[in-house]
């Protein structure tokens, strides 16, 4: 951060100042955009809690910003703060911007930086005290303030809580880690269970362990398809969508183990799939037919036992009172379910219903009694922040907990729905797992994008956007 901006004053110049007509406003300026510059490069450090995607921010975009500055400043009496932010975010930042959670993001750190308050001298453009607005001076008592400041910028320079340090290292370290797996040697030396045995047995246990697929016939029978209930429709895609895959699982796993002994001929795919059981990861075969997950292949496979018990559950015993949302493998799916459901039972059209969110304060395994209209929903956690059931709020993450379970969520399905209030709801992006990055599917649909939530906060929603908050169905672990 010191460096970045370091490097951006280098090209400036006390003559470059003084050809400005609003030279005092053109200085502060400066900096501000040289600091937002900054920013948007810096946070790329900390992964999918910095930006969604890591975007190429380079220093033309800069450049354009500082001219396009100066020709305003030039033209008029005023500082036109609206057409710079308007200009450098959403036109030559926001240009490589492709995801409109990033693009709030930008957004909300560029209208803290560059405004009426932030040309007074000592604004703090962070919770650190370390960054403020430096007095205006000459070129180089700006390179005399930027020398003062820390060589390892704390988290919150970024707007991150101090927990993002901890991510930063880890994402770091996991690259580190599966560089070293996939450069270890193939052939083991000297005694030990050798690596084709190791193998052998780890799909011999995975194939104990793989669920058998359901009979559809059974499903379709006992759950047909009603107009009176979607539901019964989405647990048969469900069925179908896991069968794909224990079916690949089950047929895959048999056959590495009879390439292992010779049987079958060693394909490509059967090897790279041998490779992935040896260093604990999900094959590519079984990801291509599964669910999105960042888990190693031990706990996928734990993972994987509890989804199907769900489904099992709701098969044996009949629509369950409480939803796993974790355990869908499409849960937008379910989602337009449970509106078609409330909308066709009062005859109404289903673009005129929304779901309304209302966070409960028991645990899943107190609620006993089924809602009649809606559903509720269990499995979420939280990355920035943590709930307090008691204030009814989003509120700071504790030191070194950088994961927590979010409460029950009672989905209620309202007709004409006034908007939440912007002011005291943080409109929360939820996702399937961490990367928050996803492709748009053939349904229309992110492939790891759900939807956002509505969370109330008592703290301004702004610093919420900078922490980069966030929901998630499955964690890495």
Avoid at 29 to 46: G, N, P
Avoid at 126 to 150: I, R
């Amino acid at each position: 951060l010191k460096a970045n901006v370091t490097g951006s004053f280098a090209a400036f110049s006390d003559d470059f100042f003084a050809e400005c007509k609003q030279e005092v406003a053109f200085k502060k300026l400066c900096f501000s955009l040289c600091w937002f510059h900054a920013v948007m490069q810096e946070r790329r450090k900390f992964g999918p809690l910095g930006w969604n995607i890591a975007y190429d921010f380079s220093s033309s975009d800069r450049d354009c910003c500082i001219k396009q500055l100066r020709v305003f400043l030039d033209k008029y009496d005023v500082v036109p703060y609206k057409v710079i932010v308007e200009l450098s975010g959403d036109v030559n930042y926001g240009g490589r911007i492709t995801d409109d959670w990033d693009r709030r993001c930008m957004n909300t750190l560029l209208e803290e930086y560059v405004c009426v308050a932030a040309m007074a001298p000592g604004y703090q453009f962070s919770a650190d005290k370390s960054y403020v607005q430096p007095e205006v001076g000459t070129h180089s008592e700006y390179n005399d303030c930027f020398k003062a400041w820390p060589i390892q910028p704390h988290p919150e320079a970024f707007g991150l809580h101090e927990n993002a340090d901890i991510t930063c290292a880890q994402n770091e370290v996991k690259v580190l880690f599966d560089s070293v797996l996939a450069l270890q040697p193939r052939v083991s030396t000297g005694g030990g269970v050798s690596r084709e045995d190791t193998i052998d047995k780890a799909a011999e246990t995975i194939l104990d362990k793989t669920p058998v697929p359901w009979l559809m016939l059974d499903i379709q029978k006992s759950f047909p398809v009603m107009h009176e209930n979607s539901l019964n429709t989405v647990l048969q895609q469900e069925c179908l969508r896991y069968n794909k895959l224990l079916v690949e699982m089950r047929s895959t796993l048999s056959n590495v183990r009879k390439a292992l002994k010779g049987i079958v001929v060693m394909s490509a795919e059967l090897d790279s799939l041998a490779t992935n059981l040896f260093n604990n990861q999900v094959p590519g075969m079984w990801e291509s037919k599964a669910y999105p997950s960042l888990k190693p292949l031990v706990l996928w496979m734990d993972d994987l036992i509890k989804r199907c018990a769900f489904i099992q559950d709701w098969i044996d015993n009949g629509m369950p009172i409480t939803f796993w949302i974790s355990g869908f493998f499409f849960p937008q799916a379910f989602l337009t379910g449970t509106l078609q459901n409330y909308a066709r039972g009062l005859q109404i059209g289903i673009d005129t219903v929304s779901l309304e969110f209302r966070n409960q304060k028991v645990p899943h395994t107190e609620i006993t009694e089924r809602v009649k209209d809606g559903c509720i929903i269990w499995g979420c956690y939280l990355e920035g922040a943590r709930w307090d059931v008691e204030a009814n709020s989003l509120v700071e993450s504790r030191a070194k907990e950088l994961f927590t379970s979010y409460v029950p969520i009672y989905l209620a399905p309202v007709i004409n729905r006034v908007a939440a209030d912007p002011v005291t709801t943080f409109f929360c992006p939820c996702y399937k797992i961490l990367t928050r990055k996803g492709v748009l599917s053939t349904t229309g649909h992110s492939t790891n994008f759900v939807m956002p939530f509505e969370v109330p906060t008592n703290r301004p929603v702004s610093h919420w956007v900078k922490r980069g908050v966030a929901l998630f169905l499955s964690l890495a672990y």
